[in-house]
């Protein structure tokens, strides 16, 4: 069963894109529907995620398209990346997370590092010769980020790492991990200080691969740091700096997270369209009833309320607008909330056999359900919207 929609009732280039941005879109498009949907099912059963699909990411050009040309990026936008990462949501969602993953894990640099550690780090990023990660969450410290354990102790010459950290995205297969760590614990978030890890570093050992309900392929570790060295010049910024780099952060990914929820939802609502017009019930398709019809309409319109959301915090993020953290909270928790209900009524359109593995409806719903806990999850969107209110 597809879930394609034709091109001439597809509304999902509705906001302002440019030619090279709706290029973009098309051509992802049809590497995701000709590569990667074909595979959508296995990749998610089997929890690993194909070397080969990686490889053609990288030569497309999907890795590097955030990066800036300096660094041998694509000088994509954060809207460009948004319109790219919705299509491969639509067809397999743990592809989605590959180059998101990838950005989330670089921002830290981006948003910290110096020029010296940009050009040491991000060219190899950009190209997918290196993979990172990012190491905040911890086992007591999830939403508490200033309540991290982990500590990166000067020695005089190098910072020596202790702690651990947990749910860690592509910790097993990253050459670099971006790490805080308290470098003052007097002094709560403002002693946390930022890190690239070498991955490969002695003391840096890779723990339990967490075995989760949704996106199985996205591998989820704990990661542990026993006396590891980490030279002066792997700091990002001053010490002191790391939570507001964390921040920074997650404030320009969030609408990342959002847009996969757009994509998520999109594929489902397609798969649905599709089975209710092959499926007939009391001698018609149960497209024609009425009451099946409120429900899509209903859910087309909130996949197209989350996708104006998202793509507009893109663009304040983009612009340097104020309201940039604001934004992009509200395009997150909107948006993955949105993927939730949507792909919940997408199993009910499809009664029985949306609870069946070989439809993809139950993929999607498994994989909505993290959306709305990654990258902060949407009770703490809603207090960092309020916060931003309140100012």
């Given at each position: 069963?597809?879930?394609?929609?034709?091109?001439?009732?597809?509304?999902?280039?509705?906001?302002?894109?440019t030619e090279e941005q709706e290029m973009i879109r098309q051509s992802v498009r049809r590497f995701a529907e000709e590569k990667v949907a074909p595979l959508a099912g296995e990749i998610e059963e089997s929890g690993h995620y194909p070397d080969e699909l990686i490889r053609m990411m990288n030569q497309q050009g999907i890795t590097g398209l955030p990066y800036d040309t300096a660094y041998n990026g694509g000088g994509g936008s954060l809207l460009t990346m948004?319109?790219?990462?919705?299509?491969?949501?639509?067809?397999?969602?743990?592809?989605?997370?590959?180059?998101?993953?990838?950005?989330?894990g670089a921002m830290p640099i981006v948003v910290g590092g110096n020029e010296e550690q940009k050009r040491r780090f991000l060219p190899q990023i950009a190209s997918g010769a290196a993979r990172v990660?990012?190491?905040?969450?911890?086992?007591?410290?999830g939403s508490d980020v200033a309540g991290m354990q982990t500590k990166a102790i000067f020695d005089g010459?190098?910072?020596?790492?202790?702690?651990?950290?947990?749910?860690?995205?592509?910790?097993?297969?990253?050459?670099?991990?971006?790490?805080?760590?308290?470098?003052?614990?007097?002094?709560?978030?403002?002693?946390?200080?930022?890190?690239?890890?070498?991955?490969?570093s002695p003391g840096v050992i890779i723990g339990k691969k967490e075995n989760k309900m949704g996106f199985r392929a996205l591998t989820s570790c704990e990661v542990y740091f026993e006396n590891v060295v980490i030279p002066v010049e792997n700091r990002l910024g001053n010490e002191g700096d790391g939570f507001k780099i964390a921040m920074k952060t997650l404030d320009?990914?969030?609408?990342?997270?959002?847009?996969?929820?757009?994509g998520l939802a999109q594929?489902?609502?397609?798969?649905?369209?599709?089975?209710?017009?092959?499926?007939?019930q009391f001698g018609k398709p149960i497209s024609q009833f009425q009451g099946l019809q409120w429900m899509m309409a209903d859910m087309a319109m909130q996949i197209e309320a989350a996708r104006q959301l998202v793509y507009k915090?893109?663009?304040?993020?983009?612009?340097?607008?104020?309201?940039?953290?604001?934004?992009?909270?509200?395009?997150?928790?909107?948006?993955?909330?949105?993927?939730?209900?949507?792909?919940?009524?997408?199993?009910?359109?499809?009664?029985?056999?949306?609870?069946?593995?070989?439809?993809?409806?139950?993929?999607?719903?498994?994989?909505?359900?993290?959306?709305?806990?990654?990258?902060?999850?949407?009770?703490?969107?809603?207090?960092?919207?309020?916060?931003?209110?309140?100012?």
């Open positions: 069963m597809g879930n394609q929609v034709s091109e001439e009732h597809d509304i999902r280039h509705s906001y302002s894109l948004c319109v790219a990462i919705e299509e491969l949501a639509k067809v397999c969602a743990n592809t989605a997370m590959v180059p998101t993953t990838q950005e989330l990660s990012f190491a905040l969450t911890e086992p007591d410290a010459e190098n910072y020596i790492l202790n702690g651990s950290k947990r749910f860690i995205s592509y910790a097993d297969v990253a050459d670099l991990i971006c790490v805080f760590a308290k470098t003052d614990p007097s002094k709560g978030a403002k002693g946390v200080s930022a890190f690239v890890v070498d991955r490969h320009k990914t969030r609408p990342l997270v959002g847009v996969i929820g757009v594929g489902a609502l397609d798969a649905a369209i599709a089975y209710t017009k092959d499926r007939k915090a893109a663009s304040v993020i983009d612009n340097g607008e104020p309201g940039g953290p604001l934004y992009g909270a509200m395009a997150k928790c909107f948006a993955t909330d949105t993927a939730m209900k949507v792909t919940t009524d997408a199993i009910q359109l499809l009664g029985g056999v949306g609870y069946m593995k070989e439809f993809p409806t139950e993929r999607y719903f498994r994989q909505a359900k993290l959306l709305q806990i990654v990258e902060g999850t949407n009770q703490i969107q809603r207090i960092v919207i309020s916060q931003q209110l309140l100012q």
